[in-house]
């Protein structure tokens, strides 16, 4: 029995489960991996996404490391290394927060009954045979989620593109500076995004429908068949790659209107991150809008969890949870949205028409779109316990 299941130890759960922590409550966080995943070589985090980590509390471990980009974008961005982050989220986690190896197999709910509590338990049935119950239940489980698809949210669509992304390393400096660089053309884009001297993180987006998984393989797709005729600072970049890092799979998204209308949150089950949102990587607004929910929903449960007298009511958590939905849709979908035309529109073809429309969207639309990287997620409940009381606050108004 747990007060709290978070299904996934990636940036939306161990997120999730450090914001729960900050506010008193303990998460249990499955993970099937036999460690920390550490796919995806690089992140994107926009001030949204340091909003966010500085009410995690976590944000002074990465500031020292990444210096950010300013040049080549809107606004100020730094780029983390995946793994960085997710350990930084895991070290301020007690060590027995998350039970790895441990796949979610089924789910279901059980009544609960209790003189304080009528409402109803999560049940979670895992692969090897544990059954453990719950009166929170939280999806971050990624793009293909079970607690997504259990809430009836619908399957996530392709966007009609492909991504490969890598790690570049310069023993010696890469000489780049801190500048973003990206170059378009017809049904492609491709940037290299310097992480530090000596690494740099780049991706190509192209259409179709590729799944390649050979490391080489994919270096070799994508200097001789996707790449052969751009710059050769692009194509130095791709060679220095460490193979390990290297991926390419379609990307996808949720339908936003499915965001607003569909089941996001039953009872005591919800879902964050990819679980709830995936979108195309075009605004580099994925993990950063993990981050935002991870704060926001623990600032609704630390905020009936403290009303409650410390205590995890089933019934009052579901309210909260409603709560978290209700704030968070309509800006997931929005991003989502924003997303998907940023990419079709910045890889749109070279007819006349199409040239217009992107010249209008980076001077007018993409501005407009780029001011939601300021967003202020808010602050976590603080609980004076000096004072010997405990004190809400929320830089959100009802």
């Not at 990624?142 to 890598?166: D, F, K, N, T, Y």
């Not at 949102?277 to 449960?301: K, S």
């Not at 579901?318 to 035309?341: D, Q």
Request: charged share 20%; net charge neutral.
């Amino acid at each position: 029995m747990e007060e709290v299941v978070i299904v996934g130890a990636g940036i939306a759960g161990l997120a999730t489960a450090l914001a729960l922590k900050r506010v008193g409550i303990r998460a249990l966080v499955l993970e099937k991996a036999e460690c920390l995943r550490t796919t995806g070589s690089a992140l994107n985090l926009f001030p949204n996404a340091w909003i966010a980590l500085d009410a995690l509390g976590v944000s002074h471990k990465l500031t020292p490391l990444y210096p950010p980009l300013t040049t080549g974008s809107i606004t100020d961005v730094s780029t983390v290394h995946r793994k960085k982050l997710l350990e930084a989220l895991a070290e301020e986690l007690p060590p027995d927060s998350i039970r790895f190896s441990s796949q979610l197999a089924s789910i279901e709910t059980e009544q609960l009954h209790s003189a304080k509590d009528t409402a109803s338990l999560a049940v979670v049935h895992l692969k090897d045979g544990t059954t453990i119950k719950s009166k929170v239940l939280i999806g971050c489980d990624g793009l293909h989620s079970v607690v997504a698809e259990w809430l009836g949210l619908s399957a996530p669509i392709h966007s009609g593109r492909s991504a490969a992304r890598g790690l570049s390393v310069f023993p010696q400096g890469h000489g780049l500076g801190s500048s973003v660089q990206q170059f378009l053309d017809v049904g492609k884009r491709a940037g290299v995004v310097p992480l530090n001297d000596n690494e740099v993180y780049w991706f190509i987006t192209c259409q179709g429908d590729h799944r390649t998984y050979d490391p080489s393989t994919i270096q070799k797709e994508v200097l001789e068949h996707h790449a052969p005729n751009f710059p050769s600072i692009y194509l130095d970049v791709v060679r220095h790659s460490d193979l390990c890092s290297l991926s390419w799979a379609p990307l996808m998204l949720r339908n936003p209107w499915n965001i607003v209308v569909g089941n996001v949150s039953r009872g005591n089950v919800t879902v964050v991150g990819d679980a709830m949102h995936p979108m195309t990587p075009d605004l580099g607004q994925g993990g950063c809008c993990a981050l935002e929910d991870a704060v926001v929903l623990g600032r609704h449960i630390g905020n009936s969890f403290l009303a409650n007298g410390k205590s995890v009511v089933a019934e009052e958590v579901a309210r909260a949870l409603g709560a978290y939905v209700k704030e968070r849709k309509w800006r997931a979908a929005g991003l989502v949205t924003a997303s998907y035309v940023s990419g079709w529109v910045q890889q749109s073809g070279r007819n006349w028409w199409r040239q217009l429309l992107r010249v209008v969207f980076y001077s007018y639309l993409f501005v407009v779109l780029a001011r939601g990287v300021n967003f202020d997620c808010g602050k976590l409940p603080i609980a004076k316990a000096e004072e010997g009381e405990v004190e809400a606050e929320s830089s959100k108004l009802d």
